[in-house]
């Protein structure tokens, strides 16, 4: 298994899995952490949207630059939800 794949397993799965626990009894979770959660479900929504484009696309494009679109495809939904987490974090406070 590459890194790629691994990439898009925890995209697919340990991040929802995160979601899950930080959604659990989210009204009574201190700001920071209702930010982590919303910042992680936008980050991976849109990561998704990318990934979705990217993996959708005509093979045409796949010839110009496919370590940009195995990037997208690959790593966007993890990316999107690291990075939405960092962000919700950051901006809570």
């Known amino acids: 298994m ?3 794949h691994l990439a898009l397993l925890l995209g697919l799965f340990a991040a929802p899995a ?3 626990q930080l959604g659990h009894r989210l009204q009574r979770r201190p700001a920071r ?3 982590m959660f919303w910042g992680l479900v936008i980050g991976h929504s849109l990561g998704a949207a990318v990934a979705s ?3 959708f ?3 045409e494009f796949w010839a110009l630059d ?3 679109r195995t990037i997208a495809a690959f790593w966007g939904m993890l990316a999107g939800g690291a ?3 960092i962000a ?3 901006l809570a406070r």
Do not use: I, K, T
């Open 2 to 4: 590459s890194a790629h």
């Open 18 to 20: 995160l979601m899950l």
């Open 33 to 35: 952490e209702r930010g």
């Open 53 to 55: 484009v990217a993996l």
């Open 57 to 59: 696309l005509p093979p």
């Open 66 to 68: 496919a370590s940009l």
């Open 83 to 85: 990075l939405g987490l």
């Open 88 to 90: 919700g974090r950051v």
